[in-house]
């Protein structure tokens, strides 16, 4: 879980569970809806980056 929380603030809250799960199975072997849960549980949402309008 810590593992998770440290992956998320590293990569600026732009990480869904998706790639979440890519990053924590080259260190050990997490199923992905294991990974959504703990997101959910510890209220980690992905956070959309809004574009600029170009003035």
């Known amino acids: 879980m810590h593992l998770i929380r440290k992956i998320y603030i590293e990569n600026k809250f732009r990480y869904a569970y998706r790639k979440v799960t890519v990053i924590v199975n080259q260190i050990m072997k997490v ?24 003035e």
């Open 31 to 54: 199923n992905r809806n294991t990974v959504q849960r703990w997101m959910q549980k510890s209220n980690l949402q992905y956070c959309i980056k809004i574009k600029k309008d170009k």
